[in-house]
Each structure stands twice: as C-alpha cells, then as structure tokens.
C-alpha cells in the first residue's frame, strides 16, 4: 500500500544547514508538503511542490524531488533554534480524493 | 486568516466515558478531517467530511463516531473511551481543488484516558 517515511530524529548546529529525507511509494501523487509542527502546536504549511516540478526554493527552504527515486528532502539554510520542531511530509493526490499520506515525521532539534 | 479551532487543548477522561471533541472551521470550507497523531505513527486519519451530513470512515474508525450537522463544525465521538485512545487529536479542513489542496490544521487535542 501506500508508505510515506522519514527518519525519526535529525539533531544540527545553529547556523549550519538541515536536510530532512522522505521516501514515499504512491507514483500518483501530485501534490507532496512539508508542514512544521511546533511543541503543542497543530501543523502548519511550510511549502509544497507539484509533481512536475524538481526545485522549489522559498527563502531559507529548498525542496528536491526525485521522481524516479521517489524521493523529497527539505533544506533549511541557516538553521535557528526557532527551527526546533517535527517536519512531516505528505503527498496527495490533485483531485478525487480525500486521502493525504503522512510520513512519520523528523523530529529536529538545532543545538545552539 | 485562516482559522481552523478546537474546543480542548487538553482533556483527561476515564475508560468508558463518552468523549466529545469539536473542530470548527471559519473558511467555508467543505471538507473536513479528524486524523490522530502518535509518535513514531505520524498522522492516521480517523474520519473524513466531505460536505453537510456527509462522512466517510479513514483508515482507523474504531471506536469513533463523527457528526457534521452544521458546514463549520465537525465533531469527532469517542462511545466508550479507552486507554488506547490516549493520543493527540487534530482537525483539518480544506476546499478541495483549490489552489495546492493545502489542509489547515486546528492546534490539537491532547487527550488523555485513565
């Protein structure tokens, strides 16, 4: 069935830069976020990337999306304590459905 | 701006009350979802909305129940709560074919069951 992973912990220094990995299996998808969860907080978007795209880059964000690996990542240049949160990815399909897979998200803690 | 709300941050309950957690959403939109998020799982949906009266069941809808009465709030039910219910409840709503398909998020419910 479909799967969407990520590794579960990812730990940087301030000011160096964060890659957070995903794997996903559904070749469908169309549409694939990253949202940001802070502590006790609900999920907000961060970005998002259409399926015909490789690059997106939004200030301090890149994401990179590899189709044939299926594979995206997430790049936080200048990494700030303010970082500090859970990173998910999730794909969905554009219409005709309801479903949006989430991967299990990274945690990431930037040390200061 | 965009506002999805839920009625608890936190909720401690006892096995075999009967829970109510509500979600509201001020966009007009038609879609709405109750996932619950655990760690190491990431985030399961439980029930989906897709207009007034209208639900479908997600991937986990054991145990749970949800009503739609009115477009802005989507109630998620807990019959007969249990331990294994402990875990953090989030809402979401979105129009769907807009834009990106983007999901807002409520800020959650963490409930607890003793």
């Known amino acids: 069935g479909e799967d969407v992973e990520q590794s579960l912990f990812l730990s940087v220094r301030e000011g160096d830069s964060s890659v957070i990995n995903c794997t996903y299996t559904?070749?469908?998808?169309?549409?694939l976020y990253w949202y940001k969860q802070e502590p006790g907080a609900g999920l907000q978007l961060l970005t998002y990337?259409?399926?015909?795209?490789d690059m997106k880059q939004d200030q301090r964000l890149t994401v990179l999306l590899n189709k044939k690996d299926k594979h995206l990542s997430l790049r936080i240049a200048d990494t700030q304590t303010g970082d500090s949160a859970i990173y998910f990815c999730a794909e969905t399909a554009t219409s005709g459905t309801y479903k949006y897979i989430f991967g299990t998200g990274t945690r990431l803690k930037v040390l200061a | 701006d965009v506002k999805v709300t839920q009625s608890s941050r936190y909720l401690v309950k006892r096995t075999g009350e009967k829970v109510f957690l509500e979600c509201v959403q001020d966009m007009d939109h038609e879609n709405m979802f109750w996932y619950r998020q655990d760690p190491g799982l990431g985030l399961r949906l439980i029930y989906f909305s897709y207009d007034v009266k209208m639900k479908e069941k997600g991937d986990i809808p054991e145990g749970y129940s949800v009503s739609r009465e009115k477009k802005e709030r989507f109630s998620l039910i807990l019959e007969s709560a249990s331990t294994n219910q402990t875990s953090m409840y989030l809402c979401a709503s979105r129009n769907p074919g807009t834009g990106y398909n983007e999901q807002f998020f409520g800020p959650g419910t963490r409930l607890t069951v003793l």
């Open positions: 990337i259409f399926s015909n795209m």
């Open positions: 559904d070749s469908s998808s169309t549409y």
